[in-house]
Protein backbone atom coordinates (compact mmCIF):
# COMPACT_ATOMS: atom_id res chain seq x y z
CA UNK A 1 0.00 0.00 0.00
CA UNK A 2 1.23 3.39 -1.11
CA UNK A 3 4.63 1.77 -1.62
CA UNK A 4 5.12 4.05 -5.16
CA UNK A 5 4.07 7.32 -2.92
CA UNK A 6 6.97 6.14 -0.10
CA UNK A 7 9.25 5.75 -3.15
CA UNK A 8 8.80 9.39 -5.14
CA UNK A 9 8.44 11.34 -1.81
CA UNK A 10 11.21 9.81 0.56
CA UNK A 11 13.92 12.42 0.88
CA UNK A 12 11.24 15.55 1.25
CA UNK A 13 12.03 18.67 -0.07
CA UNK A 14 14.81 16.39 -1.79
CA UNK A 15 12.90 13.70 -2.87
CA UNK A 16 12.39 12.77 -6.87
CA UNK A 17 8.96 14.54 -6.83
CA UNK A 18 10.18 17.13 -5.35
CA UNK A 19 12.93 17.21 -7.48
CA UNK A 20 11.58 16.45 -10.71
CA UNK A 21 8.75 19.47 -10.07
CA UNK A 22 11.31 22.17 -9.23
CA UNK A 23 13.18 21.56 -12.54
CA UNK A 24 16.40 20.16 -10.61
CA UNK A 25 16.37 16.86 -12.47
CA UNK A 26 14.65 15.73 -15.74
CA UNK A 27 11.77 13.55 -16.64
CA UNK A 28 13.84 10.63 -17.48
CA UNK A 29 16.45 11.11 -14.65
CA UNK A 30 12.90 11.25 -12.43
CA UNK A 31 12.10 7.44 -14.32
CA UNK A 32 15.72 6.61 -13.18
CA UNK A 33 15.45 7.63 -9.65
CA UNK A 34 12.20 5.94 -8.94
CA UNK A 35 12.97 2.52 -10.55
CA UNK A 36 16.38 2.26 -8.78
CA UNK A 37 13.93 3.74 -5.44
CA UNK A 38 10.91 0.93 -6.49
CA UNK A 39 13.85 -1.47 -6.41
CA UNK A 40 15.87 -0.99 -3.09
CA UNK A 41 12.03 -0.92 -1.33
CA UNK A 42 11.08 -3.56 -2.39
CA UNK A 43 13.82 -5.77 -1.37
CA UNK A 44 14.03 -3.89 2.36
CA UNK A 45 9.97 -4.77 2.23
CA UNK A 46 10.26 -7.91 1.32
CA UNK A 47 8.09 -7.25 -1.85
CA UNK A 48 8.58 -9.23 -5.17
CA UNK A 49 8.08 -7.04 -8.41
CA UNK A 50 7.15 -8.12 -11.83
CA UNK A 51 9.54 -9.06 -14.32
CA UNK A 52 7.50 -6.59 -16.68
CA UNK A 53 7.63 -3.86 -13.55
CA UNK A 54 8.53 -0.82 -15.29
CA UNK A 55 7.84 3.13 -14.35
CA UNK A 56 7.90 4.63 -17.51
CA UNK A 57 6.00 2.67 -19.31
CA UNK A 58 3.37 2.94 -16.83
CA UNK A 59 3.84 6.31 -16.71
CA UNK A 60 3.71 6.87 -20.54
CA UNK A 61 0.82 4.87 -20.76
CA UNK A 62 -1.23 6.98 -18.47
CA UNK A 63 -0.07 10.51 -20.34
CA UNK A 64 -1.24 8.54 -23.62
CA UNK A 65 -4.63 8.11 -22.34
CA UNK A 66 -4.73 12.11 -20.87
CA UNK A 67 -6.95 14.51 -22.28
CA UNK A 68 -8.00 18.07 -21.77
CA UNK A 69 -11.28 18.83 -20.13
CA UNK A 70 -13.27 20.67 -22.63
CA UNK A 71 -15.76 22.18 -20.47
CA UNK A 72 -13.22 23.55 -17.79
CA UNK A 73 -11.69 24.77 -20.76
CA UNK A 74 -14.59 26.16 -22.30
CA UNK A 75 -15.02 27.95 -18.60
CA UNK A 76 -12.15 29.87 -19.17
CA UNK A 77 -12.70 31.84 -21.78
CA UNK A 78 -16.07 32.88 -20.54
CA UNK A 79 -14.75 34.40 -17.67
CA UNK A 80 -12.04 36.06 -19.78
CA UNK A 81 -14.85 37.08 -22.15
CA UNK A 82 -16.48 38.68 -18.95
CA UNK A 83 -13.17 40.74 -18.33
CA UNK A 84 -11.34 37.94 -15.98
CA UNK A 85 -7.15 36.81 -16.18
CA UNK A 86 -7.00 32.79 -16.51
CA UNK A 87 -4.10 31.25 -15.47
CA UNK A 88 -2.57 28.09 -15.53
CA UNK A 89 -0.36 26.89 -12.12
CA UNK A 90 0.90 23.63 -12.56
CA UNK A 91 3.36 21.38 -10.61
CA UNK A 92 5.06 20.07 -13.98
CA UNK A 93 8.24 18.56 -15.16
CA UNK A 94 10.90 19.25 -17.76
CA UNK A 95 9.51 16.34 -20.18
CA UNK A 96 12.95 14.63 -22.08
CA UNK A 97 10.94 11.43 -22.27
CA UNK A 98 9.73 9.77 -25.62
CA UNK A 99 6.20 10.94 -25.06
CA UNK A 100 7.47 14.49 -24.93
CA UNK A 101 4.92 15.48 -27.88
CA UNK A 102 2.10 15.45 -25.73
CA UNK A 103 3.46 17.17 -23.02
CA UNK A 104 4.86 19.68 -25.83
CA UNK A 105 1.04 20.01 -27.35
CA UNK A 106 -0.52 20.55 -24.06
CA UNK A 107 1.53 23.45 -22.98
CA UNK A 108 0.60 24.74 -26.36
CA UNK A 109 -2.98 24.47 -25.97
CA UNK A 110 -2.66 26.29 -22.62
CA UNK A 111 -0.10 28.82 -23.52
CA UNK A 112 -2.89 29.85 -26.21
CA UNK A 113 -6.18 29.99 -24.21
CA UNK A 114 -4.77 31.31 -20.85
CA UNK A 115 -3.15 34.58 -19.98
CA UNK A 116 -0.72 33.30 -17.97
CA UNK A 117 0.91 29.52 -17.69
CA UNK A 118 3.29 29.13 -14.24
CA UNK A 119 4.84 25.95 -14.90
CA UNK A 120 7.33 25.21 -10.67
CA UNK A 121 10.00 23.81 -12.91
CA UNK A 122 10.56 26.86 -14.95
CA UNK A 123 10.38 28.10 -11.54
CA UNK A 124 12.19 26.40 -9.28
CA UNK A 125 9.27 26.28 -6.70
CA UNK A 126 6.57 23.92 -6.67
CA UNK A 127 2.81 24.00 -4.84
CA UNK A 128 1.78 24.36 -1.95
CA UNK A 129 5.07 26.90 -1.14
CA UNK A 130 3.48 29.88 -0.83
CA UNK A 131 6.32 31.68 -3.19
CA UNK A 132 4.79 30.44 -6.54
CA UNK A 133 1.28 32.03 -5.26
CA UNK A 134 2.95 35.18 -4.73
CA UNK A 135 4.54 34.79 -7.68
CA UNK A 136 1.64 34.84 -9.86
CA UNK A 137 -0.27 37.06 -8.01
CA UNK A 138 2.69 39.75 -8.46
CA UNK A 139 2.39 38.84 -12.72
CA UNK A 140 -1.35 39.03 -13.34
CA UNK A 141 -1.06 42.34 -11.11
CA UNK A 142 -4.01 40.78 -8.54
CA UNK A 143 -4.50 41.21 -4.84
CA UNK A 144 -5.48 37.84 -3.83
CA UNK A 145 -9.34 38.79 -2.76
CA UNK A 146 -9.62 38.96 -6.69
CA UNK A 147 -8.82 36.08 -6.78
CA UNK A 148 -10.79 32.46 -7.35
CA UNK A 149 -8.08 29.44 -7.18
CA UNK A 150 -9.31 25.66 -7.94
CA UNK A 151 -7.13 22.93 -7.84
CA UNK A 152 -7.55 19.01 -7.38
CA UNK A 153 -5.50 18.64 -4.20
CA UNK A 154 -6.56 20.05 -0.86
CA UNK A 155 -2.98 20.63 0.31
CA UNK A 156 -2.59 23.18 -2.88
CA UNK A 157 -5.62 25.16 -1.66
CA UNK A 158 -4.51 25.79 2.07
CA UNK A 159 -1.97 28.34 1.52
CA UNK A 160 -3.62 30.24 -1.11
CA UNK A 161 -6.93 30.14 1.46
CA UNK A 162 -4.43 31.72 4.11
CA UNK A 163 -3.59 34.61 1.79
CA UNK A 164 -6.87 35.51 1.17
CA UNK A 165 -7.52 33.59 -2.18
CA UNK A 166 -11.54 31.86 -2.86
CA UNK A 167 -10.71 28.15 -3.49
CA UNK A 168 -12.23 25.30 -4.80
CA UNK A 169 -11.35 21.46 -4.28
CA UNK A 170 -12.26 20.16 -8.30
CA UNK A 171 -13.43 16.66 -7.20
CA UNK A 172 -15.66 16.36 -10.35
CA UNK A 173 -15.72 19.02 -13.23
CA UNK A 174 -19.94 19.83 -12.73
CA UNK A 175 -19.44 20.79 -8.87
CA UNK A 176 -16.21 22.87 -9.98
CA UNK A 177 -18.03 24.93 -12.62
CA UNK A 178 -21.13 25.15 -9.86
CA UNK A 179 -19.08 26.67 -7.32
CA UNK A 180 -17.13 28.70 -9.79
CA UNK A 181 -20.49 30.56 -11.14
CA UNK A 182 -21.43 31.30 -7.67
CA UNK A 183 -18.04 33.11 -6.57
CA UNK A 184 -17.75 34.51 -10.21
CA UNK A 185 -21.30 35.48 -10.41
CA UNK A 186 -20.61 34.30 -14.13
CA UNK A 187 -22.82 31.56 -15.79
CA UNK A 188 -19.43 29.92 -17.21
CA UNK A 189 -20.76 26.66 -18.19
CA UNK A 190 -23.89 27.49 -19.50
CA UNK A 191 -23.06 30.47 -22.00
CA UNK A 192 -21.75 29.50 -24.76
CA UNK A 193 -18.55 31.30 -25.81
CA UNK A 194 -16.90 32.42 -28.54
CA UNK A 195 -13.72 30.21 -29.82
CA UNK A 196 -10.14 31.82 -28.12
CA UNK A 197 -9.13 34.93 -30.87
CA UNK A 198 -6.05 35.36 -32.22
CA UNK A 199 -4.16 38.56 -31.21
CA UNK A 200 -2.47 40.33 -34.31
CA UNK A 201 0.78 41.48 -32.22
CA UNK A 202 1.20 37.79 -30.49
CA UNK A 203 0.93 35.88 -33.56
CA UNK A 204 3.29 35.01 -36.55
CA UNK A 205 3.89 37.12 -39.18
CA UNK A 206 5.23 36.39 -42.64
CA UNK A 207 5.75 38.12 -46.27
CA UNK A 208 6.13 36.29 -49.47
CA UNK A 209 8.10 37.77 -52.73
CA UNK A 210 5.88 36.39 -55.62
CA UNK A 211 7.57 38.15 -58.13
CA UNK A 212 9.28 41.53 -58.15
CA UNK A 213 6.95 44.43 -56.99
CA UNK A 214 3.91 41.76 -55.66
CA UNK A 215 4.45 40.21 -52.23
CA UNK A 216 1.63 38.39 -50.03
CA UNK A 217 1.31 39.07 -46.36
CA UNK A 218 -0.08 36.19 -44.51
CA UNK A 219 -0.48 34.90 -40.36
CA UNK A 220 0.46 31.26 -39.57
CA UNK A 221 -0.13 29.29 -36.29
CA UNK A 222 0.35 25.84 -35.60
CA UNK A 223 1.65 22.07 -36.69
CA UNK A 224 0.23 19.53 -39.37
CA UNK A 225 -1.28 19.43 -42.33
CA UNK A 226 -1.28 22.94 -43.69
CA UNK A 227 -5.31 24.27 -44.54
CA UNK A 228 -5.04 27.81 -46.04
CA UNK A 229 -7.96 30.62 -45.45
CA UNK A 230 -8.50 33.23 -48.25
CA UNK A 231 -11.15 35.89 -47.05
CA UNK A 232 -13.19 38.48 -49.00
CA UNK A 233 -14.52 41.50 -49.93
CA UNK A 234 -13.80 44.31 -47.83
CA UNK A 235 -11.73 42.14 -45.53
CA UNK A 236 -8.05 40.76 -44.28
CA UNK A 237 -6.76 37.87 -42.35
CA UNK A 238 -8.39 39.02 -39.28
CA UNK A 239 -11.82 37.88 -40.44
CA UNK A 240 -10.24 34.68 -39.75
CA UNK A 241 -9.42 35.59 -35.97
CA UNK A 242 -11.28 32.94 -34.26
CA UNK A 243 -11.07 29.90 -36.85
CA UNK A 244 -6.68 30.46 -36.70
CA UNK A 245 -6.80 29.29 -32.86
CA UNK A 246 -9.28 26.30 -33.39
CA UNK A 247 -7.74 24.93 -36.63
CA UNK A 248 -4.95 24.64 -34.67
CA UNK A 249 -6.19 23.20 -31.72
CA UNK A 250 -7.10 20.61 -34.13
CA UNK A 251 -4.25 19.49 -35.44
CA UNK A 252 -3.33 21.63 -38.46
CA UNK A 253 -0.77 24.09 -39.74
CA UNK A 254 -3.10 26.95 -40.21
CA UNK A 255 -2.10 29.72 -43.31
CA UNK A 256 -4.56 33.03 -43.48
CA UNK A 257 -3.18 34.92 -46.49
CA UNK A 258 -3.57 38.62 -47.48
CA UNK A 259 -5.13 38.53 -50.53
CA UNK A 260 -3.57 40.78 -53.04
CA UNK A 261 -5.04 44.10 -52.72
CA UNK A 262 -5.85 44.23 -48.74
CA UNK A 263 -3.61 44.97 -46.04
CA UNK A 264 0.05 44.62 -46.12
CA UNK A 265 0.00 42.43 -49.20
CA UNK A 266 0.70 44.84 -52.22
CA UNK A 267 -1.77 46.07 -54.48
CA UNK A 268 -0.45 46.85 -58.24
CA UNK A 269 -2.68 49.13 -59.64
CA UNK A 270 -2.58 47.07 -63.38
CA UNK A 271 -6.12 45.42 -62.89
CA UNK A 272 -5.01 42.70 -65.00
CA UNK A 273 -3.13 41.73 -61.32
CA UNK A 274 -6.87 40.74 -60.21
CA UNK A 275 -7.58 38.26 -62.37
CA UNK A 276 -8.80 34.74 -61.63
CA UNK A 277 -6.22 33.20 -63.30
CA UNK A 278 -3.42 35.88 -61.99
CA UNK A 279 -4.61 35.23 -58.55
CA UNK A 280 -4.51 31.58 -58.64
CA UNK A 281 -0.75 31.65 -60.24
CA UNK A 282 0.30 33.78 -57.50
CA UNK A 283 -0.91 31.73 -55.13
CA UNK A 284 1.05 28.66 -56.55
CA UNK A 285 3.63 30.42 -56.29
CA UNK A 286 2.83 31.60 -52.21
CA UNK A 287 2.91 27.74 -51.69
CA UNK A 288 6.29 26.93 -54.06
CA UNK A 289 8.19 29.39 -52.03
CA UNK A 290 6.91 28.10 -48.58
CA UNK A 291 7.38 24.75 -49.66
CA UNK A 292 4.08 23.24 -49.35
CA UNK A 293 3.03 20.76 -52.24
CA UNK A 294 -0.47 20.23 -51.28
CA UNK A 295 -3.05 21.82 -48.88
CA UNK A 296 -6.53 22.40 -47.74
CA UNK A 297 -7.87 25.62 -49.69
CA UNK A 298 -10.64 27.05 -47.26
CA UNK A 299 -12.86 30.29 -48.71
CA UNK A 300 -15.24 33.42 -47.66
CA UNK A 301 -16.49 35.69 -50.45
CA UNK A 302 -14.69 36.31 -52.88
CA UNK A 303 -11.94 34.42 -51.71
CA UNK A 304 -14.53 31.16 -52.22
CA UNK A 305 -14.59 31.75 -56.12
CA UNK A 306 -10.22 31.70 -55.36
CA UNK A 307 -10.27 28.16 -54.08
CA UNK A 308 -12.88 26.83 -56.45
CA UNK A 309 -10.67 27.81 -59.62
CA UNK A 310 -7.59 26.39 -57.30
CA UNK A 311 -9.36 23.13 -57.39
CA UNK A 312 -10.39 23.42 -61.14
CA UNK A 313 -7.14 24.56 -62.16
CA UNK A 314 -4.47 23.03 -60.09
CA UNK A 315 -6.05 19.80 -58.35
CA UNK A 316 -3.13 18.48 -57.61
CA UNK A 317 -2.02 21.19 -55.00
CA UNK A 318 -5.42 21.11 -53.19
CA UNK A 319 -6.17 18.57 -50.70
CA UNK A 320 -9.64 19.51 -50.05
CA UNK A 321 -11.50 22.42 -50.71
CA UNK A 322 -14.53 24.41 -48.77
CA UNK A 323 -16.26 27.80 -49.21
CA UNK A 324 -18.44 29.83 -47.06
CA UNK A 325 -20.92 31.86 -48.60
CA UNK A 326 -19.57 31.18 -52.13
CA UNK A 327 -21.06 28.19 -53.98
CA UNK A 328 -19.53 26.23 -56.66
CA UNK A 329 -21.25 27.52 -60.06
CA UNK A 330 -20.03 25.87 -63.23
CA UNK A 331 -18.98 28.16 -66.30
CA UNK A 332 -22.38 28.31 -68.78
CA UNK A 333 -20.20 29.47 -72.13
CA UNK A 334 -24.20 30.41 -73.81
CA UNK A 335 -24.64 33.26 -70.66
CA UNK A 336 -23.16 36.63 -70.69
CA UNK A 337 -22.37 36.35 -67.12
CA UNK A 338 -22.26 40.57 -67.40
CA UNK A 339 -25.42 40.90 -68.44
CA UNK A 340 -26.59 38.02 -66.44
CA UNK A 341 -25.16 40.20 -63.09
CA UNK A 342 -26.36 43.55 -64.09
CA UNK A 343 -30.25 42.03 -63.40
CA UNK A 344 -29.46 40.38 -60.31
CA UNK A 345 -29.25 43.70 -57.65
CA UNK A 346 -26.36 42.45 -55.32
CA UNK A 347 -24.01 42.60 -57.93
CA UNK A 348 -24.80 45.90 -58.75
CA UNK A 349 -21.78 47.44 -56.13
CA UNK A 350 -19.66 45.50 -58.33
CA UNK A 351 -20.27 48.32 -61.13
CA UNK A 352 -20.28 50.88 -59.67
CA UNK A 353 -16.82 50.30 -58.40
CA UNK A 354 -15.32 50.18 -61.71
CA UNK A 355 -16.50 53.19 -62.56
CA UNK A 356 -13.12 55.08 -62.01
CA UNK A 357 -12.95 57.66 -59.04
CA UNK A 358 -16.41 57.77 -58.21
CA UNK A 359 -16.29 54.63 -55.19
CA UNK A 360 -12.93 56.28 -54.16
CA UNK A 361 -14.55 59.87 -53.85
CA UNK A 362 -17.43 58.83 -51.44
CA UNK A 363 -15.52 56.05 -49.47
CA UNK A 364 -12.69 58.41 -48.72
CA UNK A 365 -14.82 61.15 -48.13
CA UNK A 366 -15.30 59.83 -44.17
CA UNK A 367 -12.93 57.09 -44.10
CA UNK A 368 -14.12 56.46 -40.51
CA UNK A 369 -17.50 56.07 -41.77
CA UNK A 370 -16.63 53.75 -44.21
CA UNK A 371 -15.17 51.17 -41.99
CA UNK A 372 -17.55 51.42 -39.30
CA UNK A 373 -20.29 50.25 -42.30
CA UNK A 374 -18.07 47.91 -44.18
CA UNK A 375 -16.13 46.18 -41.27
CA UNK A 376 -18.07 45.42 -38.37
CA UNK A 377 -18.66 42.22 -35.81
CA UNK A 378 -23.00 41.24 -35.26
CA UNK A 379 -21.87 41.05 -31.71
CA UNK A 380 -19.45 42.62 -29.16
CA UNK A 381 -16.23 41.02 -29.07
Known sequence: RNFLRSVLLAGGSNSPYAK??????????????????????????GITLPPTFSITRAFEDMSAK???????????????????????????????????????????LLQRHFDLVIESCRLGVQKPDPRIYAYALEVLQAEPQEVIFLDDLGENLKPAR?????????????????ELQELSGVQACREEPLPTVCDPAAVTHGYVPIRPGVQLHFVEMGHGPVVCLCHGFPESWLSWRYQIPALADAGFRVIALEM??????????DIKEYSQEQICKDLVVFLDKLGIPQTVLIGHDWGGAVVWNMALFYPERVRA?????TPYRPADPSVDIVEK?????????????????????????????????????????
Not at 28 to 45: D, I, K, N, R, Y
Not at 168 to 178: C, G, P
Not at 321 to 325: G, I, K, Q, Y
Open 162 to 178: EMGMATILVRDTRTALE
Open 260 to 269: KGYGESTAPP
Open 66 to 108: GTVNAPLLQAARVLQRNGFKTCVLTNNWVDDSSGRRFTATLMS
Open 341 to 381: MKSIPTFNYQFYFQEPGVAEAELEQDIGRTLKVLIRSTRQE
Open 20 to 45: VMKGQITLSQLFLEVEQGCQQHASAT
Open 321 to 325: VASLN
